[in-house]
Every structure is written in C-alpha cells, then in structure tokens.
C-alpha cells in the first residue's frame, strides 16, 4: 500500500494536524514519522503527544490549551485570536509566511461532518498558493489545476470533485470514463474505481480534487 503513496511521503514533508480524528493507520502515521516539520492546531497537541508526536510549532487561539501544556509549551505557542479564521487557516498562512512545504494536512476530518467539508473547501481555496494535499485516516485528497497521472490497483476507490463548477475532465483507467465533461454538481465525479495501476485526470480549465483510498 506504501508503494501507491511514496511519493506523497517523500514529497511532503510539512505535516499539519488539525483537531479532527487522530492520526491512525500506517499512511497517516508514516506522514508523521516522516515529517520534518509539524504544525499543530492547539486543539489537537493532546492528540499529537497521546501517540507519541511532539510538534514543533502549536498555533491556534489556545483557548483550548491547559496552563500546564501553555507553561510546558511556551517556547512554540503561537497564539492567533483572529475570529476571522480557523485554526486550519491559521496554520497555513504560517506555512506560507514561514515558506514551508509542500504540506500534508491530518486530522481535518472526522468527528464533525460539517468541519470536514469547509476544511476540503479551505483546502481547495488554499491549494491556489500552495502545494499540498489532506490525508484522512481512509484515504488522500489531492488538489490539481492540470492533467495528472496517479499511481493506482485494480478496484481502488476513486473519487474526483468540482467545487466551483467550472473544470472540464477527462478519465482514463478509470471504471466509469469520462471525455470533456464540466460536472456542476459536486458529487457528479465520486464513486468510480481504478482499472489498473495508474490513471490520470485531464483538467483543461479549473481545478479538481482528487480522492483515493487507502486500499
């Protein structure tokens, strides 16, 4: 399974983990393992240090931080009060500031539906300025603006998403091909399985996302 991902664990080296569903799994973990730097929202360092992972920067409003973990952890405490973004936010315009990355999000989903879909939509918006990718415990999201190929099996689940309507797609090695076709509705890409060991995603105007599980 590694195999299908080495690049990704190679290429991004920046982790960022949000306050979703802790990091689990041998993808996710290996992220971690691997990083050379880790962000973490300050709702997530309990989470982090629970499996053995200390960051080495924790940003956020702190509002969440016990004064042991702010008196422990003062030396890498950002505190952002800024109401106007989340703590996934903040955390990549730090990156962008700090010229880090390429950058892996976890832990920006599960736990809460409603903050999974805005953290794909942050992450779509932020995917315009920056290289990066979100790992779930399931599978990888990632984010194109040109025609991609992908390392794949047999039966791999595989989705593909518009956010803003305007993309136009072609699938190949894909079960369900698709030819120069604008989906204006956000699910119009999903469920579709891989045929053999790559496919690739042709996109001749927007941006798309792409999701793979981890078979």
Known sequence: MENLFAH????????????????????PLQFLLRAHFIVCCDGALEKLLRIGVQPDIVI??????SNEARAKFKDIIIEDPDEECNDLQKALKYCIKQQLGPVAVLGASGLRDDHQLANLSILNMYAERM????VSNYGLFSFIDKDTSFA????????????DGQAIFSFEGLQYPVQDRRFTQLWEGSLNKALCEHFTVKISSGRGMVFREFH
């Not at 990704?8 to 993808?27: A, D, F, K, M, W």
């Not at 956020?60 to 931080?65: E, I, P, R, T």
């Open 152 to 163: 794949s099996v047999s039966g791999q689940e595989v989705s593909v998403f518009n956010f």
């Open 60 to 65: 956020g409003d702190c509002d969440s931080l």
């Open 8 to 27: 990704e664990l190679t290429h991004y080296s920046t982790v960022i983990v949000g306050n979703g569903e802790t990091p689990q799994g041998r993808i």
């Open 131 to 134: 290289d990066l990718i979100m």
